[in-house]
Nanobody, 124 residues
Framework: QAQLVESGGGLVQPGGSLRLSCAAS????????LGWFRQSPGKEREFVSA????????HYADSVKGRFTISRDNAKNTVELQMNRLKPDDTAVYYC?????????????????WGQGTQVTVSS
């Protein structure tokens, strides 16, 4: 059974940085698009970023463009999200996800496997 485990969340001050990591086990996802989503209390799960199987194509939500960077290491079966210049609005539970079929996508329903999430809190 495929499993995704996120790590790297925590409490950070506005303007600070965090690096999230997602490790996959149970199967390799080297040929699949990977994505990061986030969800705040009372809000829908929203797209943050996605990367294609080779790492040559990436996409970002407008709200994080220029501040966040997604990357993947197929040898390690991991995907990471470097988050810089964090804002209080970035506070959420962050989830990584795998899309089994197709190119990178921005809708949650297009992804098949999900991690349990890691909390990111941006506060002074």
């Amino acid at each position: 059974q495929a499993q995704l485990v996120e790590s790297g969340g925590g409490l950070v001050q506005p303007g600070g940085s965090l690096r999230l990591s997602c490790a996959a086990s149970g199967r390799t996802f080297n040929n699949n698009a990977l994505g990061w989503f986030r969800q705040s209390p009372g809000k829908e799960r929203e797209f943050v970023s996605a990367i294609n199987w080779s790492g040559t194509d990436t996409h970002y939500a407008d709200s994080v463009k220029g501040r966040f960077t997604i990357s993947r290491d197929n040898a390690k079966n991991t995907v990471e999200l470097q988050m810089n210049r964090l804002k209080p609005d970035d506070t959420a539970v962050y989830y990584c996800a795998v899309r089994i079929m197709g190119m990178l996508a921005t809708r949650a329903e297009q992804y098949n496997y999900w991690g349990q999430g890691t909390q990111v809190t941006v506060s002074s």
